[in-house]
């Protein structure tokens, strides 16, 4: 249903660069940039990074989050390190999570931009 997502950063230089570790961690690389945007993804760009020099940063409690899937647990875990040594903050280490629909594995961090990030591994149905 959803084709892709865009949050914005202040600084796009340094937030592409971290973006680049911590999406790598599921698989998304870096597939467009331009002046003002760059685009991740694995085939064609899924998560945008918008530009917005004068932004001030998001308050941590907007509700607001982005999940993203992972394909293991490994990839919710590296994601998590990857958003941490980035100096993202951490907003839930990676562990098991009570969903709607069933459990499973996740992790949420926050950029300095505000932006809410989860990873996702959900167990497969026999």
Same mark, same amino acid.
């Given at each position: 249903?959803?084709?892709?997502?865009?949050?914005?950063?202040?600084?796009?230089?340094?937030?592409?660069? !971290?973006?680049?570790?911590?999406?790598?961690?599921?698989?998304?690389?870096?597939?467009?940039?331009?002046?003002?945007?760059?685009?991740?993804?694995? /085939?064609?760009?899924?998560?945008?990074?918008? !530009?917005?020099?004068?932004?001030?940063?998001?308050?941590?409690?907007?509700?607001?989050?982005?999940?993203?899937?992972?394909?293991?647990?490994?990839?919710?875990?590296?994601?998590? !390190? /990857?958003?941490?040594?980035?100096?993202?903050?951490?907003?839930?280490?990676?562990?098991?999570?009570?969903?709607?629909?069933?459990?499973?594995?996740? /992790?949420?961090?926050?950029?300095?931009?505000?932006?809410?990030?989860?990873? /996702?591994?959900?167990?497969?149905? !026999?």
């Amino acid at each position: 249903m959803i084709d892709h997502v865009s949050v914005v950063v202040r600084n796009l230089l340094a937030s592409a660069e !971290a973006y680049e570790h911590v999406l790598g961690a599921l698989g998304l690389k870096r597939i467009v940039e331009r002046p003002r945007t760059v685009g991740f993804g694995k /085939a064609y760009p899924e998560f945008w990074l918008n !530009a917005r020099a004068d932004l001030a940063p998001l308050p941590a409690d907007t509700g607001i989050h982005i999940c993203l899937r992972a394909a293991t647990e490994d990839a919710v875990r590296e994601f998590h !390190a /990857a958003a941490l040594r980035a100096g993202w903050a951490d907003a839930g280490s990676p562990g098991p999570r009570k969903g709607e629909m069933t459990v499973y594995y996740g /992790a949420f961090v926050q950029d300095p931009d505000g932006n809410k990030l989860e990873a /996702a591994n959900f167990p497969r149905k !026999a």
